[in-house]
């Protein structure tokens, strides 16, 4: 089950989890992970009736992630260690968060190796029941099926615990041999043995397939190619990895594409802005094989003669994690560090750079926009204009009203739940607090830079009516230099896309973005720069 839920501070690999069966009762398994007939990861874990070890690699985002759960005789968990590492062996940027659990509480105590000090414990919301949740994780969905399982219910909720310490609702359903699972609208089909374990399992509207094999299937020693960020061989440009310090001390990682020129004049610069979600520089998201619209936007404009940086997202890739109470607000910071850096670098005209978010990172574009005046031109694809709790709250009910497997009464009984948690999370300092409350409008009628709005006609995860609220609510305010696009037939992700269906991401014919908008973006880039 692909569902990225924002984080912001997963965590990393610090110590080996053993994967073999260590005590009575414990089971060894492989389970593996694919889209097609492409392998997208690979678990091995040990499972026990109250010890739960698994290593996971995935392909897109090229980390391994260790876990280590302890839980009472009713699958409530009671002690997580979450890892999760980068390298050949998922042993570099040794990073841990272990979290014990007490009714509806825990602390948690994060452990990163390039920190100056110590990091201290801090004391947690965990909703009562909860079980670890990882994205891609096998033994993750073994052990809500075994917590489901063990409130003797046909149909029940299991609250999932989030590596970054948020929590997501997910509704279970049991069969004598087989299971239902919806997380966020994405439904998951789960084939059961008589004691419960998971076999396999598949994501229809994903095409994802899981398979559980035997412990010491030769699968189990699989790993993913690294990414590569080099430009395509004919590209009229170079790319550069870099790394940036923001004032915050945080590291972040990406790559700068620039133009082969044999002049020294200085070139127009922009900062590409990721959207919600764990993402590397490509923003490219497990559950979308192959897309990678940032690589796309990058080769696009830098053909054009802009440079543009990339980076990736805070706790991915080479990036620092920072503190898990981090909003858009932090990560606007780390995007004012980034132009600060660009504005340094002897290929850039300081007085030319601009800024591209796309989804929540056009919301956090005009936050660096309203304090900084000379940027010259900001580009917001997907753009909210709307306060997120509203935001949040259409999206589950566009997904579960096209759930064809749930009935009125258990259509209104989830969203019922999903508020209740919504306002659980809420009542939390962190990304979501701020999310829901954040109104976007006011920061928009403070910009005065030139704006260019791209929308999407059948985006239903921000609706294109408020690409013509933020439109309208910056020319009201007095900034006459906005231009506003709505393509046909194109989706969020900026894919033609007739339905809009997020469910049916995975499965569109092309995951390439759209021709036309790129092509309006690097005009107006090209004209304003």
Known sequence: MTFTPRAGALVAALVVVPVAASAQGDASAVFVVRVGRDTFAVERATIGPRRAEGVLRVRSSQQQVRQLVESDASGVARHIVTMVGRGARGDSAAKQLEMTIEGDSATAQPFDAAAPALLPAQRVAVPRGAVPFVNLSGLSVELMLRRA??????????????????????????????????????????????????????VPAQGVVFERLAGDAPAGAWAPAPTSYAPPP????????????????????????????????????????TGSGSQD???????????????????????????????????????????????????????????AWLRTQPAVDPARVGLVGHSEGALIAPLVAVEDARLRAIALIAAPAERGRLILAEQQRVLLGADSTMSSAQRDSALAHAARLTDSLAAVPGWMQ??????????????????????????????????????EAMRAAGNQRVTLRIFPRMNHLMLDDPSGDPRGYASLPTKTVRRDMLGALADWLAQML
């Not at 001390?249 to 020129?261: E, K, Q, Y």
């Open 434 to 471: 701020w999310f829901v409350r954040y109104d976007p409008l006011p920061a928009a009628r403070r910009v005065h830079t030139p704006v260019l709005i791209l929308q999407g006609e059948t985006d239903r995860q921000v609706p294109a009516a408020q690409a013509t609220t933020l439109a």
């Open 234 to 273: 004919d590209a009229p440009y170079e790319a550069e990895n870099v790394v940036i310090t923001t004032p915050a001390g945080i590291r972040l990682t990406g790559t700068m594409t620039r133009p082969r020129s044999s002049q020294n004049a200085r070139r127009p610069a922009v900062v590409l802005i």
């Open 281 to 339: 520089r490509d923003e490219a998201t497990p559950a979308v094989p192959g897309y990678r619209p940032f690589r796309e936007i990058a080769d696009t404009l830098s053909r054009r003669g802009i440079i543009v940086l990339r980076l990736d997202d805070r706790g991915i890739g080479g990036s620092d994690a920072g503190p898990p109470e981090a909003t858009s607000a932090d990560f606007a910071a780390d995007v004012r560090a980034a132009v």
């Open 149 to 202: 399982r063990a409130l003797a219910l046909d149909s029940t909720t299991v609250p999932l615990l989030l590596g970054n310490g948020s929590s997501v609702l997910a509704a279970v359903r049991m069969g004598a041999d087989s299971a239902t699972i919806v997380v966020a609208g994405v439904l998951m089909r789960a084939r059961t043995d008589a004691q419960g374990r998971l076999l396999g399992a598949v």
